[in-house]
């Protein structure tokens, strides 16, 4: 399993296929924010929401991928691996993203969401082994160079907040458990599918999340704000949840969790655009140059996907 993720190369399919995800995982600040200006919900209600319209689908794909003959069964240790990486990916790193998206706009939460490729490429480096190419040092100099002229201009116009560094440092924790999540999904995907990893980890997110929400939810709030708050959880649940997670998911699968990290540096550039459109979120000079960098790293990536093969 090591070895296959080490030899993972670059293809035109699951660069794309990366791509599509990290850009509809972007959309998911911008829904939050225009959410917590037009309802009156906190993030722990929202993120409920999310997870209870996403229900369904990885339901179902679990059912139906328990149900294939040439899946067998996980065994102790493979069912202990999903359940914390899904408790890390999208339990943990959820609720500390939906709670920073309180006080941060969205553009600067992520960028500092998108430190966690560098964590990501690090465990893999470290822990499992994983040799870290070239194409993909220098992809990530690009990144987060350009990352880090950005957050050096927002920095110019957020700090008036008086929870703002909180808002940065909660945002900070959801990128080093989304790190492990990645760094750890990939190890277990080529062994127990894409389809069933991520049905399963977000299974376990959700029990986490309504359990968290039966002890300290505010089920008067839920109620308050049926309808409209219930319409924004059923878009994250598709558009910023259902979906790319998938996608990433088959990225994963098809050109290993490094190179998946990397691709995903598209995300802050996305966003930046998304919030100067639809929030109204000041666009400048470094964010400019910064995102000049980012696209170039991305396409760094992409570049080698016609003469490499998987």
């Given at each position: 399993?090591?070895q296959?993720?080490?030899?993972k190369?670059?293809?035109l399919?699951?660069f794309?296929?990366?791509?599509?995800g990290?850009i509809?995982?972007?959309?998911?600040?911008?829904?939050?924010k225009?959410a917590?200006?037009?309802?009156?919900?906190?993030?722990?209600t929202?993120?409920t929401l999310?997870m209870?319209?996403?229900l369904?689908?990885?339901g179902?794909?679990a059912i139906?991928?328990?149900?294939k003959?040439?899946?067998?069964p996980?065994?102790?240790?493979q069912?202990?691996?999903v359940?914390?990486?899904?408790i890390f990916g999208?339990?943990?790193?959820?609720?500390?993203?939906?709670?920073?998206l309180?006080?941060v706009?969205a553009?600067?939460e992520?960028?500092i969401l998108f430190?966690?490729?560098?964590?990501?490429?690090?465990?893999?480096?470290?822990?499992f082994?994983q040799?870290?190419?070239k194409?993909?040092?220098l992809?990530?100099?690009l990144t987060?160079?350009?990352?880090g002229?950005?957050f050096a201009?927002e920095?110019?116009?957020d700090t008036s907040s008086?929870?703002?560094?909180?808002?940065?440092f909660?945002?900070f924790?959801?990128?080093?458990t989304?790190s492990?999540?990645?760094a750890?999904?990939g190890q277990?995907?080529?062994?127990?599918?894409?389809a069933?990893f991520?049905?399963y980890a977000?299974l376990?997110?959700?029990?986490?999340i309504?359990l968290?929400?039966?002890?300290?939810?505010?089920?008067e709030q839920?109620r308050?704000?049926?309808g409209s708050?219930?319409i924004?959880g059923?878009?994250?649940?598709?558009?910023?949840?259902?979906i790319p997670?998938f996608?990433i998911?088959?990225g994963?699968?098809?050109?290993g969790?490094?190179?998946?990290a990397?691709i995903?540096?598209?995300g802050p550039?996305?966003?930046i655009?998304q919030?100067?459109?639809?929030?109204?979120?000041?666009i400048?000079?470094?964010?400019i140059?910064?995102t000049t960098?980012?696209?170039?790293?991305?396409?760094?990536i992409?570049?080698?996907t016609?003469q490499q093969?998987?």
């Amino acid at each position: 399993m090591e070895q296959l993720q080490k030899n993972k190369g670059i293809t035109l399919a699951g660069f794309a296929i990366t791509f599509l995800g990290a850009i509809l995982f972007s959309t998911k600040a911008i829904i939050i924010k225009v959410a917590f200006a037009h309802v009156a919900i906190n993030a722990l209600t929202l993120l409920t929401l999310r997870m209870l319209f996403s229900l369904p689908f990885y339901g179902v794909t679990a059912i139906l991928a328990a149900k294939k003959k040439e899946n067998p069964p996980l065994s102790r240790r493979q069912w202990l691996y999903v359940i914390v990486l899904g408790i890390f990916g999208y339990y943990l790193s959820s609720l500390f993203d939906f709670m920073g998206l309180q006080y941060v706009s969205a553009g600067l939460e992520r960028l500092i969401l998108f430190l966690y490729p560098t964590f990501a490429v690090l465990i893999n480096g470290y822990y499992f082994k994983q040799k870290i190419s070239k194409l993909q040092w220098l992809a990530l100099l690009l990144t987060y160079a350009g990352i880090g002229l950005a957050f050096a201009g927002e920095l110019q116009l957020d700090t008036s907040s008086p929870n703002f560094f909180w808002g940065c440092f909660l945002i900070f924790l959801c990128a080093i458990t989304y790190s492990v999540y990645i760094a750890g999904s990939g190890q277990i995907i080529p062994s127990i599918g894409a389809a069933r990893f991520t049905a399963y980890a977000m299974l376990a997110a959700t029990v986490g999340i309504f359990l968290h929400f039966l002890i300290a939810g505010n089920f008067e709030q839920l109620r308050n704000t049926a309808g409209s708050a219930w319409i924004y959880g059923l878009i994250l649940a598709i558009f910023a949840t259902v979906i790319p997670s998938f996608l990433i998911s088959l990225g994963m699968k098809k050109i290993g969790s490094n190179n998946v990290a990397i691709i995903s540096g598209i995300g802050p550039v996305s966003t930046i655009l998304q919030a100067y459109w639809i929030l109204g979120e000041k666009i400048f000079l470094e964010q400019i140059i910064g995102t000049t960098l980012v696209v170039i790293g991305v396409l760094l990536i992409g570049w080698k996907t016609s003469q490499q093969k998987s």
